[in-house]
């Protein structure tokens, strides 16, 4: 069964700093990527997505991801945070019939001045 | 275009009360889903539907049940709340054509006390 793993559950950066969250996967074949952010109170947005192709993937609000298959792992990385980068970040796998998705835990950002 | 909707936003029940949590769409997707966040534990699904008149089991659909009657609309019920359904509770949609890329709705905070 598909299962995705987000090995930190808090980090803090400095507003400026570089980020890197991490996550890795399970899954047999191809995997259907995505990243979430959820800011506090709100739903889920949709920050990027892998198919296929090109394993370095632009996402919105300057994020970006890189699929790297001999780790298994699809980390979300942005250069320069902003303090309104701070939110809760999801990575999902795709799962089977009906376009269902398997999420992680998840990693909660905080963003010092 | 509203996207998904969820009604209500907040609610607060007492052990053994009933209640629909009612989700809606104007995207015209054919999937739909609830999910339940629980801290530490990322989404997990409740129940599915990939078309009018059809449901599926998620990861945890024990204490739900859930209906679709109509393209639009999807419908998660709690026959007899208990405290651990305390939870925030996530509708999304899902075009069947995009495989996978689900939209969200703002959440449900259910309090059962």
């Known amino acids: 069964a598909q299962s995705v793993t987000q090995p930190d559950i808090h980090i803090t950066v400095s507003e400026g700093a570089s980020l890197e969250l991490r996550c890795n996967y399970s899954y047999g074949a191809t995997p259907y990527l995505f990243w979430y952010v959820q800011s506090p109170g709100q739903g889920l947005q949709l920050l990027l997505k892998?198919?296929?192709?090109?394993?370095l993937v632009q996402g919105i609000k300057g994020f970006e991801a890189e699929f790297k298959r001999s780790q298994s792992s699809f980390n979300l990385r942005k250069p320069s945070v902003h303090w309104s980068d701070a939110a809760e970040y999801f990575c999902?796998?795709?799962?089977?019939?009906?376009?269902?998705?398997?999420f992680g835990a998840g990693t909660i950002l905080r963003v010092k001045s | 275009n509203a996207g998904v909707t969820q009604t209500p936003k907040f609610r607060v029940l007492k052990t053994g009360q009933s209640m629909t949590l009612l989700c809606a769409q104007d995207?015209?997707?054919?999937?739909m889903y609830w999910y339940r966040q629980d801290p530490g534990m990322g989404l997990r699904l409740i129940h599915y539907s990939v078309g009018e008149g059809t449901t599926a089991k998620g990861e945890v659909p024990d204490g739900y049940n859930v209906s679709r009657l109509k393209k639009q609309n999807f419908l998660l019920g709690l026959e007899s709340a208990a405290p651990s359904q305390t939870s925030v509770y996530f509708c999304?949609?899902?075009?069947?054509?995009?495989?996978?890329?689900?939209?969200f709705g703002p959440g449900t905070r259910l309090t059962v006390t």
């Open positions: 999902a796998v795709g799962a089977g019939y009906g376009n269902k998705l398997v």
């Open positions: 999304a949609s899902s075009p069947a054509e995009i495989l996978h890329e689900q939209y």
């Open positions: 995207m015209n997707h054919e999937y």
């Open positions: 892998y198919f296929s192709g090109d394993t």
